[in-house]
């Protein structure tokens, strides 16, 4: 049984690349394209693993998705990945359990590192 990884981001081509590549190491995906899509995609995938997500996003960034998260006391571990790398951003997704931040571009093998280590 392969884990499941919710992967929010609203670029297209990012979640394509992120499916991709974990697809290649057993890994199944679900993708969603905002914070408010992650959540729908969640309360449908209860056995999700691990969650990525983006921080800049429409309708429900990352940070207020952590929150959400938080609030509803899910189980799954997040990272972080984003261009941003912001010291205070970082610091404020690890106040709301954010165990990585990964920034883009991403190196495939250190992706696939931190998925393997946090999807228990």
């Known amino acids: 049984?392969?884990?499941?990884?919710?992967?929010?981001?609203?670029?297209?081509?990012?979640?394509?690349?992120?499916?991709?590549?974990?697809?290649?190491?057993?890994?199944?995906?679900?993708?969603?394209?905002?914070?408010?899509?992650?959540?729908?995609?969640l309360a449908k995938n209860a056995d999700v693993a691990l969650i990525i997500s983006d921080v800049n996003m429409p309708n429900m960034n990352g940070i207020d998705f952590l929150q959400k998260l938080k609030e509803q006391g899910a189980k799954a571990p997040v990272v972080m990945l984003t261009t941003e790398g912001a010291a205070e951003l970082i610091e404020k997704a690890k106040g709301l359990g954010a165990k990585g931040w990964l920034v883009k571009p991403f190196k495939?093998?250190?992706?696939?590192?931190v998925a393997k280590k946090l999807a228990a």
């Open 1 to 41: 049984m392969s884990k499941k990884i919710l992967v929010v981001d609203d670029s297209a081509t990012i979640r394509q690349q992120l499916n991709m590549t974990l697809a290649k190491d057993g890994f199944a995906v679900v993708e969603a394209g905002d914070g408010v899509e992650g959540l729908a995609a």
């Open 108 to 113: 495939p093998d250190q992706l696939v590192a």
